[in-house]
């Protein structure tokens, strides 16, 4: 009965930004690891960004190709987590999707397209 809803994406030029949320739905939900994901016609599904909830606080970590670009964030109020895209590039086209540590959530993602 939890899904996770994805929402924001676009068509954006290069250089251009956008958030992405998402947001739980259903029976209360608490995240603990939430990862946003990417994935292109004839790609690989790539993990390009996560953050986990401890008691300090939150770790995130990014893939390579995302840094100093990307930024992900929650606020566990709205149970929603978000992901800050800048600068974006063409090849950051891809379907977006968030998902837990345990992959159990997939829905239907939301497109991100970035033109040239």
């Known amino acids: 009965q939890v899904h996770l809803v994805e929402s924001g994406g676009g068509l954006v030029q290069a250089g251009g930004s956008l958030r992405l949320s998402c947001a739980a739905s259903g029976i209360p939900f608490r995240f603990n690891t939430i990862g946003w994901y990417r994935q292109a016609p004839g790609k690989q599904r790539e993990l390009v960004a996560s953050?986990?909830?401890?008691?300090?606080?939150?770790?995130?970590d990014y893939a390579d190709s995302v840094k100093g670009r990307f930024t992900i964030s929650r606020d566990n109020g709205k149970n929603t987590v978000y992901l800050q895209m800048n600068s974006l590039k063409p090849e950051d086209t891809a379907v977006y999707y968030c998902n837990n540590a345990r992959n159990d959530y997939w829905g239907q993602g939301t497109q991100v397209t970035v033109s040239s």
């Open positions: 953050i986990t909830s401890v008691t300090s606080g939150s770790i995130t």
